[in-house]
């Protein structure tokens, strides 16, 4: 019915209300219409709605808007998890065995 995608665990985080908001939203709007996703968080409003209407994301975090613009404002393009699986899997690999990425753990771990 429409893309669902979990980007991160976030306090906050709406996609387990889109079987709720989404009807409610394709409801009360046409294809094309603008959908504004305020607070939009990790996005996952906007990401549903992509395909059929053009989204305004708005969030005063940074990383939200890093989020859109990867997931929403990429020209159409669903994200598939094992193709991002599979493109991360260096990454991770290198971060448990070397500890070189470690500037989210070392400044944002244990904040909730």
């Known amino acids: 019915m429409y893309n669902q995608i979990q980007v991160m665990?976030?306090?906050?985080?709406?996609?387990?209300?889109?079987?709720?908001?989404?009807?409610?939203?394709?409801?009360?709007?046409?294809?094309?219409?603008?959908?504004?996703d305020l607070m939009a968080g990790t996005n996952?409003?906007?990401?549903?709605?992509?395909h059929r209407n053009r989204i305004i994301s708005n969030d005063i975090q940074e990383y939200s808007k890093v989020i859109a613009d990867?997931?929403?404002?990429?020209?159409g393009t669903n994200?598939?998890?094992?193709?991002?699986?599979?493109?991360?899997?260096?990454f991770y690999k290198l971060n448990i065995s070397e500890g070189e990425y470690k500037?989210?753990?070392?400044?944002?771990?244990?904040k909730y």
């Open 70 to 75: 990867a997931i929403i404002y990429n020209h």
């Open 9 to 36: 665990r976030y306090m906050g985080n709406k996609v387990h209300l889109l079987d709720f908001i989404i009807p409610e939203l394709l409801q009360r709007s046409d294809e094309g219409d603008v959908i504004c």
């Open 79 to 90: 994200i598939d998890s094992s193709i991002a699986k599979a493109d991360l899997s260096k």
């Open 44 to 50: 996952s409003i906007g990401y549903a709605l992509k």
């Open 103 to 110: 500037f989210f753990s070392e400044n944002y771990s244990d």
